[in-house]
């Protein structure tokens, strides 16, 4: 009979086997160490990109903000113009508008009556003359009244003056002018 030394082989074994699981252990920690750097290396380029954009929105936004004002340079540009539009269109209009107010005046106007001054304050005209009598200044005022120009015709005052020796009436009209 023929004996074998098992024992041996045991130990051959469990060599073996040490080496099997050092060999498992240290590549595992090197997968481990692989991994780790893989995902430190994918987060480094994460910030890295992320920080790029920052600052790609960052001068984004200062190209904005230049562009920003800008516009709004523009728009106080075209606030100034439209204003000294409205301001030429209105001065204008208000030429028309004396020219009618004159004519108007004039077309309704008693032989009796001298205008002496004439105030404009907005749409409120005073108008300061002498009359003859009391009855030419209220004819000179229903001709205003059926004139489509003016409206709230008001006598302020109106008084008995002297003036070579004729007995004369000053008045003074207020009114307003209607703007159409």
Known sequence: ???????????????????????????????LVLFLFA????????????????ADTKNQIAHHKTLMMEVNKYKELHRTYQDRLNTIETLRKERAVAAKVLDELSAGKPEKIHFESMKKD??????????LDDETVANFMDNL?????????????????????????????????VLR
């Open 39 to 54: 995902v430190y290396w994918l987060m480094d380029q994460n910030i890295n990109a992320t920080r790029a954009q920052i």
């Open 145 to 177: 009244r059926k004139s489509q120009l003016f409206r709230n015709i008001d006598l302020v005052v109106t008084e008995q003056i002297e003036q070579s020796k004729i007995k004369l009436k000053k008045f003074i009209l207020s009114f307003e002018i």
């Open 1 to 31: 009979m023929i004996k074998i030394n098992l024992t041996l082989t045991r130990k051959e074994k469990k060599k073996m086997g040490a080496k099997k699981e050092t060999f498992v252990f240290l590549f595992s920690v090197i997968l």
């Open 122 to 131: 907005g749409p409120r005209i005073g108008v300061d003359g002498v009359a």
